[in-house]
C-alpha cells in the first residue's frame, strides 16, 4: 500500500485558498436609472465618494422627473395705466400736429399769401423855422398807400404807427386808427406830421438849414404795422414794417421830388 502524501506546509496553505465567488450582475434596461440609495443619508459625504453597487436601486426614467427641481413659474407683469394714458396722449398729440401741419400747407399752397405794400405817392412840406440854432419847427402833409395785393385774404391793420426822421433823428410821428381792407383792395390816407420845439444837434440842423436853401429836403418814413390776415374762421396776426426815404422841395409850396419805398417783414 502506497503511503499519502503530506500536506503541504502552512504558508503553501494560505496561498491555496478558494477564491471568493463573483458577485452576480443584474441586467438593466435602458430606461432605468441608477439611484443609490444613501443618496439622501449622505448629503453631506465627499462628491468623490463611490458607493458599492449593492446600495443602488433601479428607478423608472419616468419617475425621474419628480426628482428634478422645480422650476419658478414667472407670470407677466401688468403695465402701468399711467404709462397706458401718457401714451395714448402722445398719439393724440402726434395726429393733430401733422393733421394742423398739413392743413397749413395746404392753405399756404391754394391761397399763397402776400403782405400788403406801403407807399407814399405825394407829399408837401409847408413850413421848416428854427426859434433857436437847435430847435426848430416843421409841418410835413403826405398821402399814405396802403394795398392789399392778396386775392383771397383780407387784411385788418390793428396797429399803424409811423414815424418821421431826418438825418436819423426823429423830428415825428403819429398814430392811424385800424381799418381792414378787402382783396385787391387800395386805402389812400392823408398824414399830417407837424414837429414843434424838437431838438437837433447843432450839425444835424446846420444841415436841415443848407438842405432848405439848395431847394430839397430829405426825410425818411418808418412805418410799423400790426396785421392780420383773415381766410374765413382761420387768421394769424404778423408785424410788417415799411421804409420810404423822400426828397421834397424847399418849403412852403415843398413838392415830392422823389421817393423809395420798400415794405418787409
Not at 395714448?88 to 400747407?105: D, E, Q, R, V, W
Request: net charge positive; glycine share 4%.
Amino acid at each position: 500500500m502506497q503511503a499519502l502524501p503530506s500536506p503541504p506546509p502552512p504558508s503553501l496553505q494560505h496561498q491555496l485558498q478558494p477564491l471568493p465567488e463573483k458577485e452576480t450582475t443584474t441586467a438593466i434596461s435602458l430606461n432605468q436609472i441608477i439611484v443609490s440609495k444613501q443618496a439622501g443619508r449622505h448629503q453631506q459625504s465627499s462628491p468623490r465618494e463611490v458607493l458599492p453597487y449593492s446600495e443602488t436601486k433601479l428607478v423608472p426614467f419616468a419617475q425621474t422627473r419628480l426628482l428634478a427641481p422645480k422650476q419658478p413659474i414667472l407670470q407677466p407683469r401688468r403695465t402701468n395705466p399711467l404709462i397706458w394714458f401718457g401714451a395714448i396722449l402722445c398719439l393724440i398729440f402726434s395726429l393733430l400736429l401733422i393733421f394742423f401741419g398739413i392743413a397749413t400747407l395746404i392753405l399756404y399752397l391754394v391761397v399763397k399769401p402776400k403782405h400788403p405794400v406801403f407807399d407814399v405817392p405825394n407829399a408837401s412840406l409847408n413850413g421848416i423855422y428854427f426859434d433857436s440854432p437847435e430847435f426848430f419847427n416843421g409841418d410835413l402833409t403826405f398821402l399814405a398807400n396802403f394795398s392789399n395785393p392778396n386775392h383771397k385774404l383780407d387784411v385788418r391793420f390793428e396797429h399803424v404807427d409811423i414815424e418821421v426822421y431826418f438825418s436819423n433823428r426823429l423830428i415825428g410821428t403819429q398814430a392811424l386808427q385800424p381799418f381792414t381792407q378787402r382783396p385787391r383792395e387800395i386805402r389812400l390816407q392823408a398824414v399830417r406830421v407837424i414837429s414843434s420845439l424838437v431838438y437837433l444837434p447843432q450839425n444835424s440842423a446846420v444841415e436841415l438849414q443848407k438842405q432848405v436853401l439848395s431847394n430839397k429836403v430829405n426825410y425818411n418814413i418808418r412805418a410799423t404795422f400790426k396785421l392780420k390776415a383773415i381766410l374765413g374762421l382761420f387768421h394769424y396776426n404778423y408785424w410788417l414794417h415799411g421804409r420810404c426815404e423822400m426828397a421834397i422841395s424847399g418849403p412852403p409850396t415843398g413838392v415830392l421830388v422823389a421817393r423809395s419805398c420798400n415794405t418787409n417783414r
